[in-house]
């Protein structure tokens, strides 16, 4: 049964209570409520109420924020490969980052950034070659833009929160890439992400045209000798499989697996098991 604005708040005002026992049952109540809770919660963590509320809305609406990105990722994990939507899965990870956080403003920077380059492909003579199309992108990526490797902070992990990565122009060869990718989805032009161990790069492809190029390294076109010295150089043998096309499925899986491997890398082991029970549904599921 749906509960009134009045009750809610009502509860909420009892996370307060001197009762150790009487927060615990609110607590699990306003969780239980889950999505119909929520704007209350939040409404609660910026009201001027003691701090002990706002502490307790807050972890409580993060816990069911939480709750909702499971179940997101569980609904994405049962998708076939076709059908999963590389944004939207994207955006999910960033919500794993960042609860709150609102998409829109981000597509609508990735819609405008695909405007810049469309300006630059109206202006080329009929049927630009690949090449041409690629540099249109770097151009409005990598030099007006800014958009880099983060070298200095490889480990970083808003290096794989794309919000992030839009907002401080900056990020690993996998978030750079799904930036990439995004924007070549808007224009429909032939580019894929290319799972290859170690270091992930793009490939454009038509039948007239087929290289490889690292969005890490601004763009930079790279040869199948170059890819095969990365891997040698890290210890990997190089083979056709290292070169496959990534599905949506693989490049959310590999963005998480990196979340996974930084925050048990910094001792946050919650987050890393988290991350661990999304990276199977990811994969089960599928």
Do not use: W
């Not at 615990?24 to 002990?52: C, M, S």
């Not at 076109?221 to 693989?250: D, N």
């Amino acid at each position: 049964m749906k509960k009134s604005p009045d009750e809610i708040r009502a509860l909420i005002t009892l996370l307060g209570d001197e009762d150790a026992n009487v927060r615990d049952v609110v607590r699990e109540r306003l969780f239980q409520f889950g999505p119909e809770a929520e704007g209350y919660l939040r409404e609660a963590t910026i009201a001027d109420l003691e701090g002990k509320v706002r502490i307790e809305a807050r972890h409580i609406l993060e816990k069911i924020r939480q709750e909702e990105l499971l179940s997101s990722f569980y609904l994405l994990g049962l998708r076939d490969d076709a059908q999963i939507d590389l944004e939207h899965g994207a955006f999910l990870v960033a919500r794993f980052g960042y609860s709150d956080l609102e998409t829109a403003p981000f597509q609508r920077e990735l819609d405008e950034l695909a405007g810049r380059v469309q300006s630059r492909i109206n202006s080329m003579p009929p049927e630009p070659s690949g090449r041409m199309l690629v540099e249109a992108v770097n151009q409005v990526l990598f030099v007006e833009e800014g958009f880099h490797g983060n070298v200095s902070s490889y480990y970083d992990p808003d290096n794989s929160y794309i919000n992030r990565v839009l907002e401080r122009r900056t990020g690993i060869p996998v978030s750079l890439s799904v930036v990439y990718l995004l924007i070549a989805q808007r224009l429909h032009l032939p580019i894929r992400g290319i799972n290859m161990p170690v270091h992930f790069i793009c490939q454009y492809y038509s039948p007239r045209e087929s290289f490889y190029f690292d969005p890490y390294k601004n763009g930079r076109i790279v040869t199948r000798a170059e890819c095969a010295m990365i891997l040698q150089s890290s210890g990997y043998s190089f083979s056709e499989q290292s070169l496959q096309p990534a599905p949506p499925r693989s490049i959310l899986t590999r963005m998480i697996r990196n979340l996974v491997l930084i925050y048990e890398h910094q001792a946050q082991n919650e987050k890393a098991v988290r991350l661990d029970r999304i990276l199977k549904m990811l994969r089960t599921n599928g």
